[in-house]
């Protein structure tokens, strides 16, 4: 992969910030529903998205890959999507799929380029967890 299309990956699963993208939003029972369009966030979003508490926990966002400065890159790939892959699998979880759910930002996603149709059956129990440095769905641990 050439450094340009490495400039278009994105992280399907980062922090609130300035600038990224609203690409999901959990549902009650604890799974992420994906945007059909993305919606760019600002300051204001954030504020009062932290006025509820911890936005990540709320919504899934997404922004540019940040390769070396992230903590999860490891032998020049994101290891947080085998990790939360391994962990779904020894949960039980069922990751069959039928057909790929629909997402806004599969063309430029990290964990697609990486692990293609196991990331996307992984990716709707993911609600990020800026607290630790891996999480699947929370509620599954209470």
């Given at each position: 992969?050439?450094?340009?299309a490495e400039d278009f990956t994105r992280c399907p699963s980062a922090p609130?910030?300035?600038?990224?993208?609203?690409?999901?939003?959990?549902?009650?029972?604890?799974?992420?529903?994906?945007?059909?369009?993305?919606?760019?966030?600002?300051?204001?979003?954030?504020?009062?998205?932290?006025?509820?508490?911890?936005?990540?926990?709320?919504?899934?966002?997404?922004?540019?890959?940040?390769?070396?400065?992230?903590?999860?890159?490891?032998?020049?790939?994101?290891?947080?999507?085998?990790?939360?892959?391994?962990?779904?699998?020894?949960?039980?979880?069922?990751?069959?799929?039928?057909a790929l759910p629909r997402c806004a930002i599969r063309a430029q996603c990290?964990?697609?380029?990486?692990?293609?149709?196991?990331?996307?059956?992984?990716?709707?129990l993911v609600v990020t967890d800026t607290k630790s440095s891996k999480s699947?769905?929370?509620?599954?641990?209470?």
């Open positions: 992969m050439s450094d340009d609130a910030t300035d600038g990224a993208l609203l690409i999901g939003v959990v549902t009650a029972d604890g799974r992420v529903t994906n945007l059909g369009t993305p919606l760019p966030i600002d300051a204001a979003f954030i504020e009062a998205a932290n006025a509820r508490g911890a936005p990540e926990q709320r919504f899934r966002f997404s922004a540019p890959c940040q390769t070396l400065r992230c903590v999860h890159w490891k032998n020049r790939e994101c290891g947080l999507i085998g990790e939360l892959h391994t962990t779904a699998v020894e949960a039980g979880e069922d990751l069959s799929i039928a990290r964990w697609w380029r990486q692990r293609g149709r196991d990331a996307c059956a992984v990716c709707p699947l769905n929370p509620r599954a641990e209470s």
